[in-house]
């Protein structure tokens, strides 16, 4: 496939995106995940019920161009169709990807199972999702809405996402890796009803440096049950669980928009483990932790694997790693986390 044959798709794509939020209804969204201008556009009634309380709005002056702009709509609400792709059916390959768009300028997924096509070129700062019908869209897109087309096009711009949740206190604050059920939701949650400061909860934007920072990307948190009980009554987590949205798991997708922490100087990295009872945190190398949360991220993250890959491993290789069992003692969470980013933030000022 040509250079200019899948520039004109993306072309041809956001003219059929203009058009569906032109039509309406429609609503712009403007963003700012780590700094970095971003107008959305959602088109069709259903779509913008479903996405945008998961945007994280942020502030763009009137005569701010954005970096990155966006679009998503559906054929059912629209009438629109995608444009006939450039790609043949032996294209389509593992996780979602397609055969010449898994790499930067334009990369592209496709999801079978819930016929939705994910388009961005990140030169030009564009990217566009096609849903078949977004009333039978993926469970997940609610809690962490567009995440493929913002990952790709936000890249260029240094900010990368990861499966990961970020706590802190100060300005300081650690990385909370691991695949699905390891205890990250409850570990954040649990330092958020703590009064330590929250910027996630399951998607991370990382800005390497010295030291790297964590960025929100999301409005959500997600709890299940379980987990509220054990967090108890204290603070506003029962508030904000009113009148929430249960997602495919049986979680509450929780707003938090109006708490969290636009940025923290990350420390150090912890692998949450459900345990029987919390410990302390014990130093891990990381390569053994990229070896047990690699496989669960990339699954969750189709495209460009090899910029994730390199972003993990310099994280990894840069900070130090920590295990820390959690377990129903909660409270006990985030003193242990508290107590190591005190110590490490002692050692970075030394």
Known sequence: MTAAASEDFVTRLVDVARAAVAAGPARTLTLRPAGVPVRVHLAGEELIDRLAPGMLEGLIAADERPAIELWAFDGAGSGRAAPRPPWGPDDYLQREEIAGWTRPPRLASYSNDYATLSVADTEAGLGVQWLRDATVMAPWEGGAPLR???????????????????????????????????????????????????????????????????????????????????????????????????????????????????????????????????????????????????????????????????????????????????????????????????????????
């Open 148 to 350: 493929s087309i913002l990952r790709w096009t936000l890249a260029r711009h240094g900010a990368h996402l990861i499966h990961a949740a970020a706590v802190g206190t100060g300005a300081d604050g650690v990385l909370l890796l691991g695949s699905g059920g390891a205890g990250k939701s409850t570990t954040a949650l649990a330092c958020l009803q703590a009064g330590m400061a929250l910027v996630s909860d399951d998607y991370t934007l990382v800005l390497p440096g010295s030291p790297p920072t964590a960025h929100p990307a999301f409005a959500i948190a997600k709890a299940g049950a379980a987990s509220l009980e054990l967090l108890g009554g204290g603070g506003d987590l029962p508030a904000r669980a009113v009148g929430a949205r249960v997602d495919w798991r049986g979680k509450l997708r929780l707003p938090i928009a109006d708490v969290v922490c636009p940025s923290l100087a990350l420390r150090a990295v912890i692998l949450p483990h459900v345990a029987e009872q919390t410990g302390a945190p014990v130093r891990v190398s990381g390569r053994e932790a990229l070896r047990t949360i690699a496989v669960s991220t990339l699954l969750q993250l189709p495209g460009d694997s090899a910029a994730t890959l390199t972003v993990l491993r310099e994280l990894l290789a840069s900070l130090p790693v920590y295990t820390l069992d959690v377990g129903p003692d909660v409270a006990a969470i985030p003193e242990a986390i508290g107590a190591l980013i005190e110590t490490l933030a002692a050692e970075a000022a030394a």
